[in-house]
């Protein structure tokens, strides 16, 4: 079992940042797939980042890829976003999940991924 806790999220007016956080347990991150997701209100959940933590392979939202950056820390067993630019339609509810298998690409499908964190509102006002 895989248990992530995320933190970073907040409230922050449009054009600022934040850097989301999110650590995980057990001893093989290294060969995890860590993701992003968010849900608007109303909305369905998406795809914001991923990355392959063994490789460093990462994967962006084309609504994303030219403010936000996934990075990892395997000695942490902690994968980040960093937020920057950011919009209202930004706001949203904030999702780490993992793929708790070896594969060398990131998916973008909810379904691929086997763990959820509880999630961190992040709200960007205009």
């Known amino acids: 079992q895989v248990q992530l806790v995320e933190s970073g999220g907040g409230l922050v007016q449009a054009g600022g940042s934040l850097r989301l956080s999110c650590a995980a347990s057990?001893?093989?991150?290294?060969?995890?797939?860590m993701g992003w997701f968010r849900q608007a209100p109303g909305k369905e959940r998406e795809f914001v980042a991923g990355i392959v933590c063994r490789l460093g392979r990462t994967r962006y939202a084309d609504s994303v890829k030219d403010g936000f950056t996934i990075s990892r820390d395997n000695a942490k067993n902690t994968v980040y976003l960093q937020m920057n630019s950011l919009k209202p339609e930004d706001t949203g509810v904030y999702y780490c999940?993992?793929?708790?298998?070896?594969?060398?690409?990131?998916?973008?499908?909810?379904?691929?991924?086997?763990?959820w964190g509880q999630g961190t509102q992040v709200t960007v006002s205009s």
């Open positions: 057990g001893r093989t991150f290294s060969s995890y797939v």
């Open positions: 999940a993992a793929v708790a298998r070896g594969l060398g690409l990131v998916p973008i499908t909810r379904q691929s991924y086997d763990y």
